[in-house]
Each structure stands twice: as structure tokens, then as C-alpha cells.
């Protein structure tokens, strides 16, 4: 029943934008912290970004910081990433993820709770 359906991937130019989203469905939408991985092909899985709805807090990695905003839209229990300026080392699969939101919340794939199946963000030079 639970589910985290990933939408908006696509082939984008080097220095333009692209926004990913992330519907979700079976949960308790307040009650989790819900952002993105990425993963190159040959690389493992790299956190990207997450959103507490109830709190307010966000949290980007370094190599997207200032070119990525993520939200969240509790009325559609969806959460997006906007991202801007983009580079060709931002072409990966991105996956949506949720993990039950905590005071300290770390961004690892081994904690998740809930994974999306992914879409695939191209970014031609």
C-alpha cells in the first residue's frame, strides 16, 4: 500500500533546470522525512536532499547546495526538487525516500523506510 511514485525526469541541457517529484501514498505523510537519493551508473546511492514537513527543516548535500530547493506540499502528499544550474555530474537515477522523522535525521540509504522506483535525470553538456 505504501508507495512513493517519482515523476518529472527527462533530458535537460547543462545549465538548465528541472524539477523531480515525489507523490506519496499509504503513510502518514506528516510523520516522515521524504527527499531524494541519485545514482549514477557504476556509483552507490548519494543523498541529496530531504524535507521535514511538520518542522520545517531541509537538508542538501554539498555538491547541490545553492542549485537545488526542495519542497513540500502536504495537501498533495508531495514533495519536489527544483534544480537549477544543472551539471553533467548531476545525471543519475533519482529516487524518492522517506524515513520516519526524528530529531536527528541521518540521510543513508540503510535507514530508509520507503524507497520509489526512480527517474532518470539526463544532463547533456
Known amino acids: 500500500e505504501v508507495q512513493l511514485v517519482e515523476s518529472g525526469g527527462g533530458l535537460v541541457q547543462a545549465g538548465g533546470s528541472l524539477r523531480v517529484s515525489c507523490a506519496a501514498s499509504?503513510?502518514?505523510?506528516?510523520?516522515?522525512?521524504i527527499g531524494w537519493f541519485r545514482q549514477a551508473p557504476g556509483k552507490g546511492r548519494e543523498g541529496v536532499s530531504w524535507v521535514s514537513s511538520s518542522s520545517g527543516r531541509t537538508w542538501y548535500t554539498d555538491s547541490v547546495k545553492g542549485r537545488f530547493t526542495i519542497s513540500s506540499d502536504n495537501a498533495k502528499n508531495t514533495v519536489y526538487l527544483q534544480m537549477n544550474s544543472l551539471k553533467s555530474e548531476d545525471t543519475a537515477v533519482y529516487y524518492c525516500?522517506?524515513?520516519?522523522?526524528?530529531?536527528?535525521?541521518?540521510?543513508?540509504?540503510?535507514?530508509?523506510?520507503?524507497w520509489g522506483k526512480g527517474t532518470l535525470v539526463t544532463v547533456s553538456s
Open positions: 499509504g503513510f502518514t505523510f506528516d510523520d516522515y522525512a
Open positions: 525516500a522517506a524515513v520516519e522523522d526524528r530529531p536527528v535525521l541521518l540521510w543513508d540509504p540503510k535507514g530508509i523506510d520507503y
